[in-house]
């Protein structure tokens, strides 16, 4: 089962009515990588940044979490432990959501052997680190229909 599924499938007790995970992937704070292969100043300075900017659009992160965009929302899940970026635990609980008329936007580009997928929310950004194999396409993609809809 790959990662998008398990949360597809793990996110259903906390959807409404009607409501289903349009697209999804398992992320991190952007930060994550660099603190644990030894640069713990950059990692720390970086997760930070994404910790702060999250809670100032009063939106919650954990690490390792599930992204995921519904008709209506984008939501955030604490998830249980990973072997690697997307493989391992499935989705724990809800800890941020917020309706996508909330969100200003969300894109992402590739950073080395991953990708970096940066969300404004409220008027406040911040990044988050995504393995190589994530859907983070189709969530821009999801988002981007869900938002013209």
């Known amino acids: 089962m790959s990662s998008e599924d398990k949360i597809r499938e793990g996110a259903q007790p906390f959807l ?22 030894g640069s713990m100043l950059v990692g720390a300075h970086q997760q930070g940044k994404a910790h702060t900017g999250a809670v100032q659009a009063d939106f919650a992160l954990a690490s390792p979490m599930a992204i995921a965009i519904t008709q209506y929302r984008l939501l955030s899940f604490s998830m249980g432990a990973q072997a690697g970026m997307g493989m391992g635990g499935g989705v724990k609980d809800l800890v941020g959501q917020a309706p996508l008329a909330d969100v200003d936007s969300l894109t992402t580009k590739r950073l080395l052997v991953g990708k970096v997928v940066e969300i404004t929310l409220r008027g406040e950004p911040f990044k988050l680190e995504v393995g190589a194999g994530a859907n983070t396409k189709g969530v821009v993609e999801a988002f981007n229909t869900a938002r013209s809809s």
């Open 16 to 37: 409404h009515s009607g409501e289903q995970v349009l697209a999804a992937f398992v992320a991190r704070p952007r930060g994550w990588t660099q603190q644990m292969a």
